[in-house]
């Protein structure tokens, strides 16, 4: 690619990632795209689950739906691919099918990691990065950028840069989601907290869902509203909170798209989650975001931003990386309700104060 003219390339196509949370962790990368490459028209292929994340950014042209369901899928991708007439792919999903997409579809520069024995697909094949493990995940996909700006120029000035993982929601989505909690009790002056208390690729990773029972409790004892939030997929641990608490909390898991959900967590003022994709949009969003880690490794895939708090415990077999706990989830069991309750009601005292300040300086304003 070192021969390649930057000029020449007009259209790029970004192969994204396939879950909420690790999307977001390329929004950097993203945005680094744009600064080496301002006037391409840049087009993000994602699948379904993640488009709401990047409604209206100004980082891309154009987003293109990959809705998986076999492996034959692949066949109108890759029409679609060939009728964008795209002169470089980058490729932050690490499957082999990632790079034989653009292979197929004759996209003449292909850059992605050497991963899954895909090689000979791509043009820039780059081997992983020996840090992966010991940074974070948005370091992965920024090298990527990184190494094409080189490829490019010649130098690279993407880490001169702080990474920039924030998103932000248009007063018009707002609007849209200050009348949707008004249909569901919540007023403009109430405090609110969104809950997330499942996650949809890892059982290990959840709390007990006794625990986010009793602290949705005392929240609402303590004149909170709260929202309990995910997908559809998620709702048997919804009910399964629900069930166990005391007094009724409002029950939005699965009925809210991405959109309004993301507008939501911009609305709330503490957000308490386990290590899924709210936790990433809720930092993102710059709201105080308690994350509950476990089997994971906060080092490499915590919220991208300071007011992401992370809890965790870890226990010698922590983190492990399991989807299931084979012994007696200690690393979870671990985190108490009074902890978690205690660092909650700081980060809403917090917050408190600063919208108070806000309003009086508005005020003098």
Not at 124 to 153: C, G, K, N
Not at 247 to 259: E, H, S
């Amino acid at each position: 690619m070192s021969n390649v003219p930057a000029e020449s390339i007009k259209r790029v196509v970004v192969r994204g990632t396939n879950w909420v949370g690790d999307s977001l962790m390329t929004i950097p990368a993203l945005r680094a795209l744009r600064r080496v490459l301002p006037d391409a028209h840049i087009t993000l292929v994602i699948r379904p689950g993640t488009k709401g994340i990047f409604s209206g950014v100004d980082f891309i042209d154009e987003i293109l739906v990959y809705d998986r369901k076999n492996a034959f899928s692949v066949v109108p991708q890759v029409r679609e691919w060939k009728r964008g007439r795209f002169d470089l792919a980058v490729l932050f999903q690490n499957a082999f099918e990632a790079a034989l997409i653009p292979f197929l579809a004759g996209v003449p520069l292909r850059l992605g990691y050497a991963t899954e024995s895909r090689q000979a697909l791509l043009t820039d094949p780059l081997p992983l990065p020996d840090w992966r493990s010991s940074r974070h995940e948005v370091f992965y996909y920024l090298y990527l950028i990184t190494a094409l700006e080189q490829m490019l120029f010649g130098r690279s000035t993407v880490c001169e840069a702080e990474p920039d993982a924030s998103i932000q929601i248009s007063e018009a989505r707002k609007a849209e989601t200050a009348e949707l909690l008004r249909a569901v009790g919540v007023n403009e002056d109430d405090a609110v907290v969104a809950i997330c208390p499942g996650s949809i690729n890892s059982r290990a990773k959840r709390w007990p869902a006794e625990a986010y029972a009793s602290l949705a409790d005392r929240l609402i004892e303590s004149k909170r509203r709260v929202l309990l939030i995910g997908s559809k997929d998620e709702l048997d641990v919804s009910e399964d909170v629900t069930h166990r608490m005391r007094r009724q909390p409002i029950v939005l898991t699965g009925k809210t798209t991405l959109d309004q959900i993301t507008a939501v967590l911009d609305r709330a003022d503490l957000i308490v989650t386990n290590d899924t994709g709210p936790a990433h949009i809720g930092a993102a969003l710059g709201r105080p975001t308690i994350v509950i880690f476990g089997p994971t490794n906060p080092l490499t895939t915590r919220p991208f931003a300071p007011e992401a708090v992370v809890l965790r415990h870890p226990p010698d077999c922590a983190p492990c990386m399991l989807r299931d706990c084979p012994i007696d989830h200690r690393c979870m069991t671990a985190i108490t309700v009074d902890e978690v309750f205690e660092q909650s009601h700081a980060l809403l005292k917090r917050g408190s104060f600063a919208k108070t300040v806000r309003s009086l300086c508005d005020s003098v304003a």
